[in-house]
């Protein structure tokens, strides 16, 4: 069977490398898109190591469609009868984008009819009860060709199952894994995150350095369908425990805000990891070890704090993070002018979104002595 991997822009070499990491080929590896082929156990292994994709799909079919009559006719000449049962419960949604059929309500809608009448055909009914187990189709538009796809996740990957307390914009998991990845942690050096919020980046890093599966302690759609195999998921899982580091982690999350270290607190216990919290303002960081990993996503001064407010936090990261040469610091922000506040140009910089807002990760290298003195 043919897969996609799902994520946002910017992050395709990490999941392509991801599933690399798990014996997967890439197909191709498109715009938010990464395709790969295999059996449902490559499809449980994904779903469950995935980080940084947003969701893993299974291809049904696709075609070119510039009405609804050619999409009707598409989706119902596909072979539904191996996927859907005669009672199963459809649930479609779409996306459209540089396509004629921009209307995504409307694909939905024909989309399901389309299925519908396929399946009373293949089983012989007229009606269908849609009394079971739920199973989520997805049309996609896309320059006008339609691709019909089942969703296994159900919730998206992001949807680890720790993260049960919310604090005010908080970061995704898929992001702060991203983020984590693009540092190159790996767990041999200390890790902090001066303003750590829900403790999504900090836990994050921890499950990178232990080796443990982001989905693991979550379920999935797929695992109520009929048709795959039923010790997929569990060999997959069963895979995932085993390949668990148990290593002591150096991994410190700090925040202001003494309601957000409780929630960290509660989502680090359920998501097995243990590390370390503090409740601190940002200029009372410290730091003792010459070399070590800054992550931090401050306040943009849209969805929190005011402007003036927000650059007053990116000053003082310039003055706390400049000084620890030996530390990498990597810092996503939406304000175009972070680098003319933070004082300092960037090694590197990558385009991201979070929470549907562009934004920009500036990665700044860690110097060793011998670099200083040059």
Known sequence: MIFQATCKLGVEALVSTELKKLGIEPISVDSAKIRFEGDFLTMARACIWLRTAERVL??????????????????????????????????????????????VKDCQSITKKAIV???????GVTILPESGAEVIVEVG??????????????????????????????????????????????G???????????????????????????????SFAAESWPFIDTQAFALARKEAVDSIRDIKLNILGSDIDERSIAICKKHAQKAGVTLSWQVKPLKELSVHDERG?????????????????????????SLLFEPLEGWSKSIITSNPDFERIYGHTANKRRKLSNGGMPCTLYQYFARTRAEHNE
Not at 90 to 103: D, P, Q, R, T, Y
Not at 307 to 314: D, F, N
């Open 58 to 103: 299974v291809e049904i079919g696709s075609f070119e469609a510039h009405t609804f009559t050619e999409l009707f006719e598409g989706v119902k000449a596909l072979d539904w009868k191996s996927f859907l049962q005669r009672d199963s419960f459809i649930h479609v949604v779409g996306k459209s984008a540089k396509s004629e059929l921009f209307s």
């Open 117 to 123: 009448e396929n399946l009373r055909s293949a089983y």
């Open 141 to 186: 538009m896309f320059k006008n060709i339609a691709t019909l796809c089942l969703d296994p996740c159900g919730a998206g990957l992001s949807r680890r199952g720790y993260r049960t307390y919310n604090v005010a914009a908080p970061i995704s998991e898929t992001l702060g894994a991203a983020i984590v990845t693009l540092t190159r942690y790996k």
């Open 188 to 218: 041999d050096y200390p890790f902090i995150d001066p303003m750590c919020g829900s403790g999504t980046m900090p836990i994050e890093a921890a499950m990178i350095a232990r080796n443990q599966a982001p989905g693991l302690i979550r």
């Open 293 to 317: 990993v800054i992550v931090c996503n401050p306040p943009y001064g849209e969805r929190m704090l005011k402007k003036g407010e927000a650059e007053a936090i990116i000053r003082q990261m």
